[in-house]
């Protein structure tokens, strides 16, 4: 056992404490994991005896007390400790970390390390490639020594207390590629010297008190002479003012967030040239003038202009205010245009006659055709032509404004997938081909009954697809088709994942070939972000209360939607985390409707019960004795989900057992003993214990609702518009307690 040189447990869900002498009864340790289990108490002290330790992963446990010393380690290259109890203990880890002169990374998020990052942290091993403190209590100023870390790829101090300045010497870590500042008390400037960092992939400092000028002097920056790979770029929420510079738009940036700041002036028009642009928030800030009229600026799930109250639009297809019709615009010398009298033209005065008696009209028909059919006056056929006819004279009138030569009235624009003449076309099995590297398992991200889902790019397309290949030699795989075909056609939402185009033909062998291509999104799903750990956990993936509350808000919007909008109505029938896309912002997309039903009423018949999809923990518990398909069966779904986000446990969970599911296991806790079920990484974003006052406005409601929703008889559920008016109500009580983030 002494000869032991790797040590994994990790991911084993094991308790206790680490054995104090660990280090000494394993000097010739090589790699200790531990990660992702409930291992408690501190950290061995005897750690710094196993002076061969390269690896040190005791990540995600119930781990709490100081960091002890581990600068005996000269081999050390990984170290991380994220998601535990830790303190800092006026951080002496860290100074004596000097003599890991190997180490490339050192990850302590989300623990309670708090004081002054001290000066030391330059003095780390200049090799160190990632430095992570996100979600931390760290306070003071960032140390200007951190510049000389000049090898950094992956710099996180977000979420935390951080005040002051951004050092100008982060211009000295040239190699830097990932930079969070995200949701401190930073003030000042943003350094022009950040440009220096020439190998930049993304940058947040969002949720500070940043002032001043977008540094807009960067054509003499070797970062733009050869060409920028900036990626993704926020400086939302801060205090950022003046015009955005014509040197700050890079044609490969895909993500730009400036919103709610105080900038002005015209919207550049280097956005019309950033070909690759999939997400553009300049909402609530100071712009002014018309906006451009490209297909891209009118694409309303991508660019956000709300709360520019002196932009316009010169076009009818984009919702902002025409151009002349703001209050600007509409104003003449001495408010002339207030007093002058209004002048309708004879034709409006038709028309406004016109349509309230031809509207009474079709009403009395209606009810007339209606009458005879029951009373059987006419046969069915005989109705049906009549409304035939009906309907003519109805569409008539509604073209009567056109031939009026009056302006058709506004409808709402709604977003349609570019499914053959959109900028996605039809694609081709040869383009997918292409794409997936001939279905190569190094694009293949994940598997569901039906098919395959495959990353790819296509050669005319630079943004990254998510393509799901049908098996169509697996039962229901041509049903999974069709219904998602259908609901391509019949659903219109901002949190439906709809398909962006199709491939139907033939493959090489001359088989036939069925695939779906969707927009690919960069959080995965919901599942991933909770159970991290059963995907090669990665540290970062942490939900607070505020986007739980937020993403339950969305995917109940999408079932209202469905159940009550949609006619006939759809249920999904599998709704579970995996199914559930997040987009770049955490938005909450309803996937896989592979298993969905439309309920046509006088098409129901038992024998489509033997259809039934779902997913064991979620399926409704009456579909397993006869009954037939309701969208009562997606509430209880959506009941069990909400229980599962605010534990962190699936409903198949061990802790499960003897016919226990996690209704009763949560029921019986609620309400009084609800905080010890509690998920913990869901306080990580407050760096507290919730109090009474948060568990009765905010965390009951939500499980009470969780409960009421995963009910055993259907009756006693509610419906999803019920739902969703409960879940924005407890939005807005989480919003009162403060400024956070959803």
Not at 68 to 80: E, Y
Not at 193 to 209: A, H, K, V
Not at 236 to 262: A, C, D, K, W, Y
Not at 440 to 468: C, D, M, P, W
Request: aromatic share 8%.
């Amino acid at each position: 056992m002494s000869s032991l040189t790797y040590f994994s447990l990790g991911n084993n869900r094991l308790v206790g404490q680490i054995p104090s002498d660990i280090g000494n009864s394993l000097p010739k340790l090589q790699i200790l994991k531990f990660q992702n289990s409930k291992f408690e108490g501190q950290i061995p002290t005897s750690l710094s005896n196993a002076t061969n330790l390269i690896q040190l992963d005791l990540s995600n446990n119930l781990m709490h007390g100081s960091i002890p010393s581990l600068g005996l380690l000269a081999n050390l290259n990984q170290v991380r400790l994220g998601k535990n109890s830790l303190e800092a203990d006026h951080w002496a880890f860290l100074a004596s970390m000097e003599n890991c002169t190997e180490l490339i990374e050192l990850s302590l998020q989300w623990n309670l390390l708090d004081g002054i990052l001290p000066s030391s942290v330059g003095n780390i091993s200049t090799n160190l490639q990632a430095l992570v403190l996100r979600g931390n209590q760290i306070s003071g100023r960032i140390p200007s020594t951190i510049g000389k870390l000049h090898n950094l790829y992956i710099l996180d101090l977000s979420i935390n207390k951080l005040s002051g300045q951004i050092p100008s010497t982060i211009g000295n870590i040239s190699h830097l590629g990932h930079f969070f500042l995200d949701d401190n008390n930073l003030s000042g400037n943003i350094p022009i010297s950040i440009w220096q960092c020439t190998e930049l992939l993304e940058f947040n400092f969002s949720i500070n008190d940043l002032s001043g000028l977008i540094p807009s002097d960067l054509s003499s920056s070797p970062f733009y002479s050869r060409g920028s790979t900036l990626l993704v770029v926020d400086f939302s929420h801060n205090n950022l003012t003046g015009q955005i510079p014509e040197s700050f738009g890079s044609n490969n940036m895909q993500q730009v967030n400036l919103s709610r700041n105080e900038l002005s002036g015209p919207l550049p028009e280097f956005f019309r040239r950033m070909t690759m642009l999939e997400l553009l928030d300049l909402s609530y800030n100071n712009f002014e003038g018309p906006i451009p009229t490209d297909c891209f600026f009118q694409n309303t799930s991508a660019v956000f202009l709300e709360g520019n109250k002196k932009l316009y639009s010169k076009s009818s297809t984009v919702s902002f205010p025409i151009c002349g019709s703001t209050s600007d615009s509409t104003k003449s010398n001495n408010g002339a245009s207030l007093t002058k009298k209004i002048h309708l033209p004879l034709r409006v005065i038709v028309l406004l006659i016109l349509v309230p008696l031809l509207t009474i009209l079709l009403f009395l028909v209606s009810w007339v055709l209606v009458t005879l059919w029951k009373r059987r006056v006419f046969s069915f056929s005989q109705c049906s032509d009549l409304f035939k006819r009906y309907n003519y004279v109805l569409n008539w009138c509604s073209g009567m404004p056109s031939m009026l030569g009056l302006p058709q009235p506004k409808r709402r624009r709604v977003p349609i997938p570019p499914s053959n003449n959109g900028t996605l076309k039809k694609v081709s099995y040869s383009d997918i081909i292409k794409a997936t590297n001939w279905f190569s398992s190094n694009h293949k991200i994940s598997s569901t009954q039906t098919g395959s889902i495959y990353v790819g790019r296509f050669k005319s397309e630079k943004r990254l697809v998510a393509i799901k290949v049908f098996n169509l030699n697996q039962p229901g795989a041509y049903e999974s088709y069709f219904i998602e075909c259908e609901v391509l056609r019949s659903t219109r939402h901002r949190n439906i994942m709809r398909p962006l185009t199709l491939c139907s033909t033939l493959d090489h062998e001359n088989h036939e070939f069925k695939a779906l291509i969707f927009k690919f999104m960069v959080n995965g799903s919901l599942e991933r972000w909770l159970h991290s750990e059963q995907h090669n956990g990665i540290p970062d993936r942490v939900l607070c209360l505020g986007q739980r509350i937020s993403i339950a808000t969305d995917v109940a919007t999408a079932l209202d939607y469905i159940h009550n909008h949609v006619m006939p109505p759809l249920v999904h029938c599998d709704l579970k985390p995996s199914n559930i896309l997040l987009d770049v912002d955490i938005t909450a997309l309803l996937g896989d409707f592979g298993s969905a039903k439309f309920l046509f009423p006088d098409l129901v018949s038992p024998e489509s019960l033997a259809d039934i999809g779902g997913t064991i923990g979620y399926i409704a518990p009456e579909y397993g004795m006869g009954s037939q398909i309701s969208t009562g069966g997606d509430v209880y779904s959506f009941g069990v989900l909400l229980l599962e986000m605010l534990t962190g446990k699936q409903p198949t969970d061990d802790t499960f057992a003897d016919g226990v599911s996690i209704h009763n296991f949560v029921d019986s806790m609620f309400p009084d003993r609800v905080a010890e079920i509690l998920d913990p990484y869901m306080t990580h974003e407050e760096h507290q214990v919730y109090t009474a006052e948060w568990l009765e406005a905010c965390i009951k409601p939500l499980v009470a609702l969780g409960l009421s929703c995963s009910m055993v008889s259907p009756k006693d559920r509610p419906g999803m518009q019920d739902v969703c008016a409960k879940l924005c109500a407890v939005k807005e009580t989480f919003l009162q307690f403060g400024d956070f983030s959803l």
